[in-house]
């Protein structure tokens, strides 16, 4: 059996169907869990409490943990140590092998132009502090705790139906209702974006290939070196829109932060967006023969399902 932990989020739901291969009970755990397979095991926890966790895990040779909180930095202090403790000691307890779906805000600023595996960590802002802190907490369980653990990181992300993907919120969700699109900061830097599916289908490959344990890896991500302003002309066409879009910048943001909590919860991130943000994954493509989605395919899937 291998459990999902956060099983109903963007990335959560395409690993649930990734996994069929590999196993042939697949544990879904949130608070409200639903069906995507159709034979999966739905099991209601509350990942704050150590008990539901460690009930959760029991049984299972690979725990995922992919939830997602609220973006607002109290809840993230408040509750992300919280639940990775609960969920390192539960597969401690139960000799779980756990793989944690990352993201690159730990990294410092000065990798952000080609962020890989061993760039340093010296993350910039308030919550990739806490990236950092639960990356930390994995590699102290691994060396004293026995925990066999992997970090799959993902780039900011998109794809069909991603409620949270950037580039959906940004640019695809508008141009299927004929609005303009946005963007953060400047659109002529690079921003690499990973495709959820790739993403999913290689989360799953990473937790069923012993090898890839004690590691880190970053999640197959088309290797172009495209600018906002070109991600904006692909999904324009795609949608059959002009590539009209429009530019929030920091100052805006900030402005904004006044009025809106999650507006403001933008502003410290814009490091990411005012500069060119490339995310290698070279060492998953070369180790697994695996060939990204390319934007403009993944762009034309994720507009065909709006």
Same mark, same amino acid.
């Given at each position: 059996?291998?459990?999902?932990?956060?099983?109903?989020?963007?990335?959560?739901?395409?690993?649930?169907?990734?996994?069929?291969?590999?196993?042939?009970?697949?544990?879904? #755990?949130?608070?409200?869990?639903?069906?995507?397979?159709?034979?999966?095991?739905?099991?209601?926890?509350?990942?704050?409490?150590?008990?539901?966790?460690?009930?959760?895990?029991?049984?299972?040779? #690979?725990?995922?943990?992919?939830?997602?909180?609220?973006?607002?930095?109290?809840?993230?202090?408040?509750?992300?140590?919280?639940?990775?403790?609960?969920?390192?000691?539960?597969?401690?307890?139960?000799?779980?092998?756990?793989?944690?779906?990352?993201?690159?805000?730990?990294?410092?600023?000065?990798?952000?132009?080609?962020?890989?595996?061993?760039?340093?960590?010296?993350?910039?802002?308030?919550?990739?502090?806490?990236?950092?802190?639960?990356?930390?907490?994995?590699?102290?369980?691994?060396?004293?705790?026995?925990?066999?653990?992997?970090?799959?990181?993902?780039?900011?992300?998109?794809?069909?139906?991603?409620?949270?993907?950037?580039?959906?919120?940004?640019?695809?969700?508008?141009?299927?209702?004929?609005?303009?699109?946005?963007?953060?900061?400047?659109?002529?830097?690079?921003?690499? #974006?990973?495709?959820?599916?790739?993403?999913?289908?290689?989360?799953?490959?990473?937790?069923?290939?012993?090898?890839?344990?004690?590691? #880190?890896?970053?999640?197959?991500?088309?290797?172009?070196?495209?600018?906002?302003?070109?991600?904006?002309?692909?999904?324009?066409?795609?949608?059959?829109?002009?590539?009209?879009?429009?530019?929030?910048?920091?100052?805006?943001?900030?402005?904004?932060?006044?009025?809106?909590?999650?507006?403001?919860?933008?502003?410290?991130?814009?490091?990411?967006?005012?500069?060119?943000?490339?995310?290698?994954?070279?060492?998953?493509?070369?180790?697994?023969?695996?060939?990204?989605?390319?934007?403009?395919?993944?762009?034309?899937?994720?507009?065909?399902?709006?």
């Amino acid at each position: 059996m291998q459990t999902i932990l956060g099983a109903g989020g963007d990335i959560g739901i395409l690993l649930a169907k990734a996994l069929k291969p590999y196993t042939d009970t697949i544990r879904l #755990v949130a608070r409200n869990p639903q069906q995507v397979n159709g034979d999966d095991e739905l099991f209601k926890a509350d990942l704050l409490k150590g008990e539901d966790v460690l009930k959760a895990v029991q049984g299972s040779s #690979v725990a995922y943990l992919t939830v997602g909180l609220a973006y607002d930095i109290r809840i993230w202090k408040a509750q992300w140590p919280v639940i990775m403790q609960n969920v390192i000691n539960a597969c401690v307890e139960h000799q779980c092998k756990l793989v944690f779906f990352d993201n690159v805000y730990m990294y410092d600023k000065s990798a952000i132009p080609d962020m890989r595996e061993d760039s340093p960590i010296h993350p910039p802002s308030e919550k990739g502090k806490i990236r950092a802190q639960l990356v930390q907490m994995i590699n102290e369980a691994t060396a004293s705790r026995g925990l066999k653990a992997l970090i799959a990181r993902s780039a900011d992300f998109y794809g069909p139906g991603a409620r949270n993907g950037i580039l959906n919120i940004l640019v695809l969700n508008n141009y299927a209702k004929g609005k303009t699109a946005n963007w953060q900061s400047d659109a002529t830097k690079i921003h690499s #974006v990973t495709y959820t599916p790739d993403a999913a289908k290689a989360t799953a490959m990473l937790g069923n290939t012993e090898s890839a344990f004690n590691q #880190v890896w970053h999640l197959p991500t088309s290797p172009e070196r495209l600018t906002g302003k070109q991600l904006i002309e692909i999904a324009a066409k795609a949608a059959g829109r002009k590539p009209s879009y429009f530019v929030l910048s920091s100052f805006m943001l900030s402005l904004g932060g006044l009025f809106s909590r999650q507006i403001k919860e933008l502003v410290e991130m814009q490091y990411q967006n005012n500069r060119d943000y490339f995310f290698n994954s070279e060492k998953f493509n070369k180790a697994f023969q695996f060939t990204p989605t390319s934007y403009e395919e993944g762009i034309r899937r994720s507009i065909g399902e709006l």
